[in-house]
T-cell receptor, first 111, second 116 residues
Framework: EDKVVQSPLSLVVHEGDTVTLNCSYE??????LLWYKQEKKAPTFLFML????IEKKSGRLSSILDKKELFSILNITATQTGDSAVYLC???????????FGQGTRLTINP | NAGVTQTPKFQVLKTGQSMTLQCAQD?????MYWYRQDPGMGLRLIYY???????DKGEVPNGYNVSRLNKREFSLRLESAAPSQTSVYFC???????????????FGQGTRLTVV
C-alpha cells in the first residue's frame, strides 16, 4: 500500500523562527514528490522534486529530496504570520498517475 | 482561466439521499482526481482517472462512484449518503499531454458536504 507520512502533525513557533517539516514515503513506484500550502481553501503548489540532493528554493522556502532514505524536508526561514497554514506533501506514483497525500502539518506562527 | 471548477460549494444531505458532485477543468489535462479531507487526515484519494475513459479506485472508494464523462469532466456520485461521508471534497487535475505527464495538480475550491 502506498503511504506518505508527515511530521510533526502540528507545530507552533514564533515569528522569525526557522522551521523544518518532514515527509517520508513508501510507495510502489516513485515518480515525484510535491509540496503544497493550504490556507482556507484549495491547496496551492509550492515545489515538485524528482531528483535527490537538488534543492528547490523560492524566497524563504526551500525543499530537498533524499530518494535513498525516502524522505523530503521543507524549510521555512524567518517565518512570518502569513506562513501559518497546513503544509501537504504528496507523492506521484509512476505509470498509474496516482497522487497520494500525507496527513499534513499544521503550522502556526505567533507574532 | 477558470482552472478547476467544482459545484456545488456547499450541500446538506439527509442520510440515504443521493447526489453528484461535478468537476470540470479547462486546462486540457489528462489526469483528474477526487479527494476528501477530514480534520487531521490530510487529503485521501477516493478515485482517480489517468485519462479519458479510465477510472481507478484510490484509498477510500467505498460508498462512491465516478464517471469520466469526457476529458473535461469528472463527477463523483454518492448513491446513499451516510454521516461518515461528511467531509470537504476536492477535485484536482494534472498532466496536460502525454509528453508532459508529471506536472503539479491544480485544485478546485472544494465542496463542503454535510450528511445529517
Amino acid at each position: 500500500e502506498d503511504k506518505v507520512v508527515q511530521s510533526p502533525l502540528s507545530l507552533v513557533v514564533h515569528e522569525g523562527d526557522t522551521v523544518t517539516l518532514n515527509c517520508s514515503y513508501e510507495v510502489t513506484n516513485f515518480r515525484s514528490l510535491l509540496w503544497y500550502k493550504q490556507e482556507k481553501k484549495a491547496p496551492t503548489f509550492l515545489f515538485m522534486l524528482t531528483s535527490s540532493g537538488i534543492e528547490k528554493k523560492s524566497g524563504r522556502l526551500s525543499s530537498i529530496l533524499d530518494k535513498k532514505e525516502l524522505f523530503s524536508i521543507l524549510n521555512i526561514t524567518a517565518t512570518q504570520t502569513g506562513d501559518s497554514a497546513v503544509y501537504l506533501c504528496a507523492v506521484r506514483i509512476q505509470g498509474a498517475q496516482k497522487l497520494v497525500f500525507g496527513q499534513g502539518t499544521r503550522l502556526t506562527i505567533n507574532p | 482561466n477558470a482552472g478547476v471548477t467544482q459545484t456545488p460549494k456547499f450541500q446538506v444531505l439527509k442520510t440515504g439521499q443521493s447526489m453528484t458532485l461535478q468537476c470540470a477543468q479547462d486546462m486540457n489535462h489528462n489526469s483528474m482526481y477526487w479527494y476528501r479531507q477530514d480534520p487531521g487526515m490530510g487529503l485521501r484519494l477516493i478515485y482517480y482517472s489517468a485519462s479519458e475513459g479510465t477510472t481507478d479506485k484510490g484509498e477510500v472508494p467505498n460508498g462512491y462512484n465516478v464517471s469520466r464523462l469526457n476529458k473535461r469532466e469528472f463527477s463523483l456520485r454518492l448513491e446513499s449518503a451516510a454521516p461518515s461521508q461528511t467531509s470537504v471534497y476536492f477535485c484536482a487535475s494534472s498532466d496536460p499531454h502525454r509528453g508532459r505527464m508529471n506536472t503539479e495538480a491544480f485544485f478546485g475550491q472544494g465542496t463542503r458536504l454535510t450528511v445529517v
